[in-house]
């Protein structure tokens, strides 16, 4: 009998056009939720022919915060016994650290906010030094926007901290950032697959928001209604809209470079252009990326096909 593919997963949604793209294909799969889980580090093999690590940094918004950690022992475990893991220990700890994202980028020589990383409120002010405002206190680990807040001033940094308004998030950690205007009023998200570019599309925000999940958008940029099928059928919509788009070369070759060498089989990479100057700005990393809402109609083609094309491949 053939191992079970084992998806790896809390989220109640995000992840049912996989199930059903899977289960089309007659391909046999188990679920695995994070949150209430068990191993044994001393078997020398595995019940799965491959996992897929799906693990969210916003599970502890869903009372998961108990799978967080626990998933880093668990990809080493699986990774010793040689599981095809996608998005594995060196993805996931990018994926669960801002401040690990950032010096990978400088690492690559590429732009990113002007950022600096704190582990107490006392030294927000501190950092904020020579930063333009305003500014965001981003918790280390966040997702879907989680954990960010802007400040117009250095003088409303320091009453937050004064009252003790600023929430590191579960690691007490946080990046104290310039807050990047995005030129056309919107952001551009790369989705990679295998390391390699597999589409792009742009984010129209006000710039208010923070939690740009392309699962949630509700229209293309021309009006046309999206169907969401990774939300709840009573999910309120968003107001995003999104169009289909193609970043120059030099930007898709940075963006696989990225993910190649955090180690991050599947995922998505934010940017935008900073309207202050006109450059080119990477902003976020994401090993739990979905899927944009209806890709079909926004970009062409459906692609949890090609994602299970991957996971095939892989598991071989």
């Not at 289960?23 to 044994?40: C, G, M, N, S």
């Not at 897929?52 to 915060?65: H, I, K, Q, T």
């Not at 582990?119 to 927000?124: D, L, M, V, Y």
């Not at 997702?143 to 901290?161: M, N, P, Q, T, Y």
Request: net charge negative.
């Amino acid at each position: 009998m053939r191992k079970p593919f084992a998806i790896y997963h809390e989220h109640p949604d995000w992840f049912r056009p996989l199930f059903t793209e899977l289960e089309r294909r007659d391909i046999t799969f188990v679920r695995l939720d994070p949150r209430a889980h068990v191993y044994d580090p001393g078997e020398h093999s595995s019940p799965y022919a491959l996992v897929f690590n799906r693990m969210s940094p916003s599970a502890y918004l869903r009372g998961g915060v108990q799978g967080m950690f626990f998933t880093v022992g668990f990809m080493a475990h699986l990774e010793r016994l040689g599981v095809p893991v996608v998005n594995g220990l060196n993805g996931f700890s990018t994926e669960i650290s801002k401040a690990r994202q950032l010096t990978l980028l400088e690492s690559l020589g590429l732009p990113y906010p002007h950022s600096r990383v704190i582990n107490h409120p006392s030294k927000a002010v501190e950092a904020s030094e020579g930063l333009r405002f305003p500014v965001v206190v981003k918790a280390n680990i966040g997702g879907s926007g989680a954990g960010i807040v802007k400040f117009a001033s250095r003088d409303v940094l320091a009453a937050a901290v004064e009252a003790n308004q600023l929430d590191f998030g579960v690691d007490h950690t946080a990046l104290v950032q310039e807050f990047v205007p995005a030129r056309g009023g919107h952001i551009t998200r790369v989705e990679t697959l295998g390391g390699k570019f597999l589409y792009a599309i742009k984010v129209y925000t006000t710039g208010e928001s923070f939690n740009l999940c392309p699962a949630d958008i509700c229209q293309r940029a021309d009006g046309v209604e999206l169907v969401r099928a990774a939300c709840p059928i009573d999910a309120p919509k968003t107001g995003l809209k999104v169009e289909g788009y193609t970043p120059p070369p030099e930007v898709i070759a940075a963006c696989e470079k990225i993910m190649q060498t955090a180690g991050i089989d599947v995922g998505g990479i934010e940017y935008m252009v900073d309207d202050r100057d006109g450059k080119i700005v990477y902003y976020d990393v994401n090993a739990l990326s979905n899927f944009v809402a209806d890709a079909v109609n926004v970009v062409g083609f459906d692609p949890f096909a090609r994602l299970v094309d991957y996971l095939v491949a892989r598991a071989k």
